[in-house]
């Protein structure tokens, strides 16, 4: 098998062909496909068509999978695969969430920008994520999901700043994220369930062995500096989403 690996931009992402996602794939592959994930943190796929038992085949290859807090919530669910987070405004019989309905609600927090799953106490190391099906473009984009990369942003950070931070310790809350759009319904029992999680701000990237700001909307606050000061330092800005009144319907596994 031949991979070739075409960069999208100088900081981050790369399109990858050669790689038939539905199949197994075997070592030298999977290490192939490790270094572009170092070099170019997103990796872009097109055109592959995968049930969800192929794509969790697929994800299993990189390491164990995460059961989300999504699926963890219990009740019925679309996915029959615990380990497959559905990133959709679909309810279970297949018709588009009514706008109170909570979990529609909750799931807008997706909307800004976030690392998947940072307010765990172990990270997740990667994120897939497989469209099945998309809104047509408009104003408000067409259902893009927008990446950055938080290496090359503390590259830019001048020297000064760059010794501020280090050694910094922020808190990742969950339901920090979703007060910030104005849901604050959670089951009882949640909260309990997760509890913010300290997480450092400038860590080294393994993979490519550059240092990094881990950031998210889950950051509450720097640990130790007045919250007015350290929310400031962990702002975010919302990303582009898909339109409400319009089916969509992917699938996310994360490890």
């Excluded at 830019?156 to 994220?177: C, Q, R, Y």
């Excluded at 130790?224 to 350290?230: D, F, I, K, N, T």
């Excluded at 990303?239 to 996310?252: F, L, V």
Aim: proline share 6%; hydrophobic share 35%; glycine share 10%.
């Amino acid at each position: 098998m031949t991979i070739t690996v075409k960069p999208l931009h100088p900081h981050i992402g790369a399109e990858v062909s050669g790689v038939d996602v539905a199949a197994p794939i075997d070592a030298g592959t999977l290490d192939a496909l490790w270094q572009a994930i170092d070099r170019h943190c997103v990796l872009v796929f097109h055109d592959q068509r995968i049930s969800d038992a192929q794509l969790k085949q697929f994800a299993d290859r990189f390491g164990p999978l995460e059961i989300g807090r999504g699926a963890l919530q219990g009740g019925r669910r679309r996915l029959s695969i615990p380990e497959i987070g559905d990133i959709s405004n679909l309810d279970v019989e297949g018709q588009i969430r009514a706008r109170e309905d909570r979990r529609r609600l909750d799931s807008l927090g997706n909307r800004l920008w976030h690392t998947d799953a940072s307010y765990m106490p172990t990270p997740v190391v990667l994120g897939m994520l497989f469209a099945v099906a998309v809104p047509p473009g408009s104003a408000l984009g067409g259902g893009e999901t927008e990446f950055a990369d938080m290496r090359a942003a503390y590259d830019a950070l001048d020297d000064d700043v760059k010794a501020t931070i280090d050694g910094l310790v922020v808190e990742h809350d969950i339901f920090w994220s979703r007060g910030q759009i104005g849901f604050t319904e959670f089951p009882p029992g949640e909260r309990e369930k997760y509890p913010p999680s300290p997480q450092r701000l400038v860590r080294r990237h393994p993979g490519s062995g550059r240092k990094t700001l881990y950031l998210s909307a889950h950051a509450s606050h720097v640990v130790g500096w007045p919250v007015a000061g350290s929310c400031s330092a962990t702002s975010t800005r919302t990303r582009r989403s898909a339109i409400s009144s319009t089916a969509t319907n992917g699938r996310r596994a994360t490890w």
